[in-house]
């Protein structure tokens, strides 16, 4: 979830930022208001777009199992030692991840109230509505605005002042600007948290402006129109889903927009700058697939056979492969063919003593010492053994020592080679410490019992992540 939350906070910032330096000062108005509708809608959606052809052009990398999530707790034990296995707990504990949620939806429970009170405040004054009409006149006000398909006006504004809103007022109409603002009412309520989101609003609203007085400006004068927008009272109760004619911290950008010479077609070119960003973006999702602890990375038996076999093609297509190409290729086919000559080949022995075999293609599991039994039992008890071992030795004490306060956490990364051995441990982490602890932990793992495939002896990446709830 928070990766997600991270991913969706970037992708927003490429847009946003592409717009403020290629896009907001053009005229391009329209095109403007869909890209400011379609991007932030587009970079929801983008983290979960994972494109095959996209995940081939990458080079290979480590496929680490993802072991279930070990959380201490308590860091007052007298004796580390004493700890026993039953306070061992995965990584979709309730208490570990109930905090976070319930910030979170108490924060889009304070939005939804608010939006709530706001469109009950704006609901009433419908109640100077004439029957059969657009139009409501606010007694007392020189208020001017615009919801669905009514048009507020104020009762002292001036006929004159009246003639100029109502053209422009009756281009929000026509266009349901509403339903833009509306769009992102909904986007702040569900990501309250994202300052990003009231960027977006404040722009899309700007933009509906400039149509609305593109459109206005044919019925009279500029010089008519900026006296209507410098001469008339600034009291318009801000709503940030209706579109105000009067807005004061506006104006002066929406006289400036009007004095603006039309951009000339050629400048349509920036829009273009959309595609390599969108393409870096692709790239990034469709080679990155987040679990839902956002603490590595876990792919299914079927799908690492499946992208090995898009990976293997797309090597075999290049022609000319340098020979480390060729061994990786020999091994990727002996993984999807079962090609009894390759197994036959000394290359591929060299090989796979050095690459590290994803764990859903393995025919024996690396086992911990005592683990017997089937594949899925000897999966079981080794995770299980792991996760007690790290428990016990792991210094529990040690977040309390450093002054650490609230959830912490370490991913710690090794590998079982061909011998059994740990090796090639390393760590990240919240703080420097715990690192170090986390690889003096795993490497007091015992030696191992090494996994296999097709009869041979293969390394097996492994990622444990600690939890420390303090």
């Known amino acids: 979830m928070t990766r997600y939350i991270i991913e969706i906070l970037c992708f927003q910032a490429i847009f946003l930022v592409g717009y403020k330096v290629f896009l907001k000062k053009e005229t391009f108005f329209t095109y403007n208001r869909m890209y400011l509708l379609i991007t932030p809608i587009l970079s929801i959606i983008l983290p979960f777009l994972k494109i095959a052809a996209l995940q081939a052009m990458v080079p290979i990398q480590e496929v680490a199992t993802v072991l279930p999530e070990v959380i201490l707790e308590s860091y007052n034990t007298p004796n580390i030692d004493t700890v026993k296995p039953t306070t061992v707990l995965i990584s979709n504990t309730p208490g570990y991840r109930f905090s976070w949620m319930h910030v979170y939806y108490l924060g889009m429970a304070i939005s939804a109230l608010l939006f ?37 006006l104020g009762e002292k504004l001036s006929s004159l002042s009246r003639k100029h809103i109502l053209a422009h007022e009756r281009i929000h109409i026509k266009q349901k600007h509403t339903l833009d603002l509306l769009l992102f009412e909904m986007l702040r309520i569900v990501f309250w948290f994202n300052p990003l989101v009231y960027i977006f609003q404040k722009e899309i609203t700007l933009i509906h402006e400039y149509l609305a007085d593109g459109y206005a400006l044919g019925n009279t004068t500029k010089k008519q129109y900026y ?16 579109n105000p004619f009067f807005n004061h911290s506006i104006i002066k950008k929406r006289i400036i927009m009007l004095q603006k010479t039309k951009s000339k077609q050629i400048a349509k070119a920036k829009y273009l700058f959309l595609v390599p960003a969108l393409f870096a973006i692709l790239v990034y999702t469709a080679c990155t697939d987040a679990t839902a602890g956002g603490t590595g990375y876990s792919t299914s038996d079927s799908e690492i056979i499946k992208n090995i076999e898009v990976l293997k093609n797309s090597i075999a297509k290049q022609g000319s492969l340098t020979e480390e190409e060729e061994k990786a290729l020999k091994v990727l086919t002996a993984v999807t063919s079962k090609d009894e000559n390759i197994l036959k080949d000394s290359t591929y022995d060299d090989v796979l003593n050095d690459l590290d075999i994803p764990f859903g293609v393995l025919e024996q599991v690396p086992a911990y010492p005592g683990c017997s039994g089937s594949k899925e039992e000897i999966k079981k008890c080794t995770t299980q053994k792991i996760k007690e071992h790290a428990t016990k030795e792991f210094n529990g004490k040690l977040p309390e020592q450093l002054g650490l306060t609230g959830i912490k956490r370490v991913v710690a990364v090794f590998k079982i080679d061909v011998e059994g051995n740990i090796v090639n441990v390393r760590a990240r982490g919240a703080h420097p410490e715990l690192e170090k602890e986390a690889i003096r932990v795993i490497k007091t793992l015992p030696k191992m019992i090494p996994g296999e495939k097709d009869g041979k002896k293969v390394g097996v990446l492994y990622e444990l992540p600690f939890t420390f709830s303090l």
């Open 116 to 152: 709530s009170y706001k469109l009950f405040q704006f609901t009433r004054l419908f109640r100077f509505k004439e029957k059969q009409k657009r139009v409501i006149i606010l007694p007392d006000s020189t208020q001017a605005f615009t919801f669905f398909n009514y048009v507020f």
């Open 227 to 242: 006296e209507e927008l410098l001469n008339t009272a600034f009291d318009t109760k801000q709503f940030s889903f209706i």
